[in-house]
């Protein structure tokens, strides 16, 4: 038998139905609002994509400055100038850091290597990239003359590490330095670290010349070349001598009668 009652709905069908008539009617009412959200998130997301791609990119470049080989000691210097120089602190710093005073070493600016290993000893304490620019900043101060520093850089070399060869580079600086009764037992601590081998033989043979009231002298510092003229000065003096010569040259008003 048929039956003319209409179908049941269920409750929860009808809450559902009436959301969604609301979800559309409001979406309808405010198009154009949500149409500009949808863009705004569109838009974070793809700006978001694109500084990480920057930022990888950046830390790529870095890293490429550390490790990749330069023939060109002074374009490697200019990378890592650039690089440090480029805005925030970045993980590859320390290490940049640490080449740029190599390659200053390399090119003979020791002043300004040194000034770099300092820095990165003060900035990046706790870096990997600081114990391996420490030997370097003291071989620096060594070449700047500055031996009593650099005997203070191999000492605390020496108390971290116990190496013979710390020891005896922090003698021989305070020797250089004319503190010879520090070299003395600087130079005892390298002969007690070597045990025996070339270290204790060099220790041996320092500790007899002390002994002898002989003691190292800083090697003489080079002369300073005088750097060249110029271009454009040498075009200007080029310029008046012929001035000068053509003014020489030229008929006086005795000679035209």
């Not at 009617?25 to 609002?33: G, R």
């Not at 820095?119 to 900043?137: F, G, I, K």
């Not at 710390?166 to 004319?178: H, I, P, T």
Request: proline share 6%.
């Amino acid at each position: 038998m048929r039956s003319d009652k209409a179908p049941e709905v269920h409750p929860d069908h009808e809450t559902a139905l009436a959301i969604l008539g609301r979800v559309k009617a409001f979406l309808w009412d405010n198009a154009l609002h949500v149409a500009v959200v949808v863009g705004l998130l569109v838009l974070g997301s793809m700006s978001y994509k694109l500084l990480k791609q920057k930022q990888k990119n950046r830390l790529q470049n870095d890293w490429a400055a550390v490790w990749e080989p330069q023939p060109d000691p002074q374009e490697a210097i200019r990378q890592c100038r650039q690089i440090l120089q480029s805005g925030s602190e970045r993980s590859a710093f320390p290490f940049v850091m640490l080449r740029l005073g190599g390659e200053l070493a390399s090119s003979g600016e020791w002043s300004e290597a040194a000034q770099t290993y300092e820095q990165l000893l003060e900035r990046y304490p706790q870096s990997v990239a600081t114990e391996m620019a420490r030997p370097a900043y003291g071989a620096a101060l060594e070449e700047l003359g500055r031996y009593e520093q650099a005997a203070g850089i191999y000492e605390n070399l020496a108390k971290d590490m116990g190496a013979a060869d710390n020891f005896f580079d922090a003698a021989r600086c305070r020797e250089l330095a004319g503190q010879a009764g520090a070299a003395k037992e600087l130079y005892e601590h390298c002969l007690q670290e070597a045990g025996s081998g070339y270290l204790a033989d060099l220790a041996k043979a320092r500790l007899g010349a002390l002994a002898r009231g002989e003691l190292l002298k800083p090697p003489p510092k080079p002369e300073k070349k005088e750097e060249p003229p110029r271009q454009a000065e040498e075009h200007e003096a080029r310029a008046e001598t012929a001035a000068e010569t053509s003014a020489a040259q030229a008929p006086g008003p005795d000679s035209a009668q």
